[in-house]
């Protein structure tokens, strides 16, 4: 099968087959939204979705993490090995990260800061349609799709499936979350054995989410003490519901004050 049609095929299973799907953010509470140091991304044509949280404690994480998603989702198809993509996502949005600081001038204090890198956490998800195992199959027109995701650090992917969490990648236990996560470096290069795999199947009626990871963890949290935080995060609908109930969570003491971003879907 050549490119342009896999292409199309998947521009066609984003319209028909993804229902629901948003992607919101916020920046921090007090901060203008220029300080927003996460990115995401989207492609209907690779079925490429992602996020990155830039590290506020390293020098322009921002750009990193930009690079990172914009690299991800224009990943070329077909692609069989999903680590192999990222290691080359992380290998170019390196290069470009070092070749745009070089267009910039910036005083002394700045140059020094570059020296130690910037950092930023990742997640990313593919959906690859796959051929119909038999020919009743194709004739009824049933769709197999595989999921597969790459992670490094703590932002993270959920699958929902008949009102129960299912999947959690690549973390699994709140007391995975702390203030040492696995990073990205825009100057080290990423070890593979680094780079959290997971894949599975999808079925009808599945609800996904990708979330940075103040809101992971609330999301994990409320979905282990028997809530389903999913159908709350449904509800919402628009950004500005969504940069409320944030400001909510964040009163209540419920996250962490965080840039917040997330891609939600239902199949």
Same mark, same amino acid.
Not at 130 to 137: A, E, G, W
């Given at each position: 099968?050549?490119?342009?049609?896999?292409?199309?095929?998947?521009?066609?299973?984003? @319209?028909?087959?993804?229902?629901?799907?948003? /992607?919101?953010?916020?920046?921090?509470?007090? @901060?203008?939204?220029?300080?927003?140091?996460?990115?995401?991304?989207?492609?209907?044509?690779? +079925?490429?979705?992602?996020?990155? %949280?830039?590290?506020?404690?390293?020098?322009?994480?921002?750009?990193?993490?930009?690079?990172?998603?914009? @690299?991800?989702?224009?990943?070329?198809?077909?692609?069989?090995?999903?680590?192999?993509?990222?290691?080359?996502?992380?290998?170019?949005?390196?290069?470009?990260?070092?070749?745009?600081? *070089?267009?910039?001038?910036?005083?002394?204090?700045?140059?020094?800061?570059?020296?130690?890198?910037?950092?930023?956490?990742?997640?990313?998800?593919?959906?690859?349609?796959?051929?119909? %195992?038999?020919?009743?199959? *194709?004739?009824?027109?049933?769709? *197999?799709?595989?999921?597969?995701? /790459?992670?490094?650090?703590?932002?993270?992917?959920?699958?929902?499936?008949?009102?129960?969490?299912?999947?959690?990648?690549?973390?699994?236990?709140?007391?995975?979350?702390?203030?040492?996560?696995?990073?990205?470096?825009?100057?080290?290069?990423? *070890?593979?054995?680094?780079?959290?795999?997971?894949?599975?199947?999808?079925?009808?009626?599945?609800?996904?989410?990708?979330?940075?990871?103040?809101?992971?963890?609330?999301? +994990?949290?409320?979905?282990?003490?028997?809530?389903?935080?999913?159908?709350?995060?449904?509800?919402?609908? @628009?950004? %500005?519901?969504?940069?409320?109930?944030? %400001?909510?969570?964040?009163?209540?003491?419920?996250?962490?004050?965080?840039? /917040?971003?997330?891609?939600?879907?239902?199949?």
């Amino acid at each position: 099968m050549k490119w342009p049609s896999i292409k199309k095929r998947n521009v066609v299973f984003f @319209n028909k087959l993804i229902r629901d799907f948003h /992607v919101y953010y916020t920046q921090k509470n007090g @901060n203008s939204i220029d300080d927003y140091e996460d990115a995401w991304g989207y492609r209907e044509d690779t +079925l490429c979705f992602c996020l990155s %949280d830039g590290a506020t404690e390293s020098p322009f994480s921002k750009e990193l993490a930009t690079l990172l998603v914009n @690299n991800y989702v224009t990943q070329p198809l077909p692609n069989d090995n999903l680590k192999e993509a990222l290691l080359n996502t992380v290998k170019t949005a390196q290069i470009h990260w070092s070749n745009n600081l *070089k267009e910039k001038e910036l005083p002394w204090y700045a140059q020094q800061k570059i020296s130690t890198g910037s950092h930023a956490t990742f997640v990313g998800v593919r959906f690859t349609v796959l051929p119909s %195992d038999s020919i009743k199959d *194709k004739l009824r027109r049933i769709v *197999k799709v595989r999921w597969e995701s /790459v992670g490094v650090g703590d932002s993270c992917f959920f699958i929902v499936r008949n009102n129960e969490l299912l999947t959690t990648f690549p973390l699994s236990s709140e007391d995975d979350f702390n203030n040492t996560p696995n990073l990205i470096s825009s100057i080290e290069p990423l *070890k593979e054995e680094n780079i959290a795999y997971n894949s599975g199947i999808i079925q009808k009626g599945d609800r996904l989410f990708l979330f940075t990871d103040a809101i992971a963890l609330w999301f +994990l949290k409320s979905s282990h003490s028997g809530a389903k935080p999913w159908d709350t995060l449904q509800n919402i609908g @628009n950004m %500005d519901a969504f940069a409320a109930f944030v %400001d909510t969570l964040r009163a209540g003491k419920e996250i962490k004050n965080d840039d /917040v971003t997330g891609i939600t879907m239902s199949f």
